[in-house]
């Protein structure tokens, strides 16, 4: 682990870019982006991985706001600038590169929807730690307030992060709440909870990093902020609006952003580059200034 990477992940100023759109989530991320048709899978992930080239590549896309950035396994394993993603991002733009590694999830099940199994996580975190990346990223999905099926998202999350510390990178553990959950602040009260818990239990020398849904309350993640077993914590937009996402982050102290969505609204393949350039601007600025809380 770069202890650049994590002193800047640490300390730095600014908030993650979640760029690790996979399988699932691209069509979507395409049709906002203007693009409604391709041929097959492969033209469609061609077409996002130029997407994320443009954003990476971006004059306004740096480490002076953007601290860190997750990448897809497919991003990771392509060239951007003529060089490896994750290396492009270090070296070039100086923002931390991290791998999601997770493979989706399984069906709902009291009131949560585990991760499938990972079963070539090992292989995963070796070309990580070859591409020079710092950190993984792993989610899974609270519907319901439930506390058993919370315990057993927050034992699958820390469990991996355990073996992912282990190989030298940072998880970051995403738990993250549906924001249509009609038990949305009962969920974030038991999700609280459990992963208090669960970090009291993790050695004493071990950190990890936690990526979470904006809350109803104001400060409410405070607790976790201050844990001694947490880097950082980062927040996702969760499908609110980027208005919406940066009030809620900016009345969370000690939070900052990764978000995907919010960050990417309003870009366009249509747009010139001086038009997508000044949309991304004021979008990477807005998120940056909320999450300096």
Do not use: C
Not at 48 to 64: E, K, L, P, Q, Y
Not at 138 to 153: E, N, P, Y
Not at 204 to 222: E, F, N, R, S
């Amino acid at each position: 682990m770069s202890t650049e990477q994590l002193q800047q992940m640490a300390t730095g100023r600014g908030f993650i870019a979640a760029l690790d759109q996979s399988g699932g989530s691209t069509p979507g991320a395409l049709k906002r982006y203007g693009i409604e048709t391709w041929a097959d899978d492969a033209q469609m992930f061609e077409l996002v991985h130029a997407m994320r080239s443009r954003i990476i590549t971006s004059r306004v896309f740096g480490g002076d706001r953007i601290v860190g950035a997750i990448l897809f396994d497919r991003t990771m394993e392509s060239q951007i600038g003529g060089m490896g993603a994750a290396e492009y991002l270090w070296q070039v733009k100086h923002v931390a590169p991290f791998l999601k590694v997770d493979k989706g999830l399984v069906d709902e099940a009291d009131g949560v929807r585990l991760m499938k199994p990972i079963p070539d996580l090992d292989d995963a975190l070796s070309r990580a730690n070859g591409h020079g990346v710092f950190g993984t990223k792993m989610r899974s999905l609270v519907v319901q307030a439930d506390k058993g099926g919370v315990a057993a998202i927050v034992d699958q999350q820390l469990e991996l992060a355990q073996r992912i510390l282990a190989a030298g990178l940072m998880p970051i553990v995403e738990p993250e709440v549906d924001i249509h959950s009609p038990t949305k602040g009962q969920a974030e009260d038991v999700l609280r909870s459990a992963l208090h818990d669960g970090l009291d239990r993790l050695p004493t020398d071990a950190k990890v990093m936690l990526k979470l849904t904006l809350p109803d309350q104001d400060g409410w993640w405070t607790p976790l902020v201050e844990h001694p077993h947490v880097l950082r914590v980062a927040a996702l937009s969760g499908g609110y609006t980027r208005a919406e996402a940066v009030q809620r982050l900016a009345r969370q102290p000690g939070v900052i952003a990764s978000f995907s969505r919010a960050l990417t609204e309003g870009l366009t393949a249509q747009q010139s580059d001086d038009e997508f350039d000044a949309v991304l601007d004021g979008s990477i600025q807005a998120i940056y200034d909320a999450s300096l809380t």
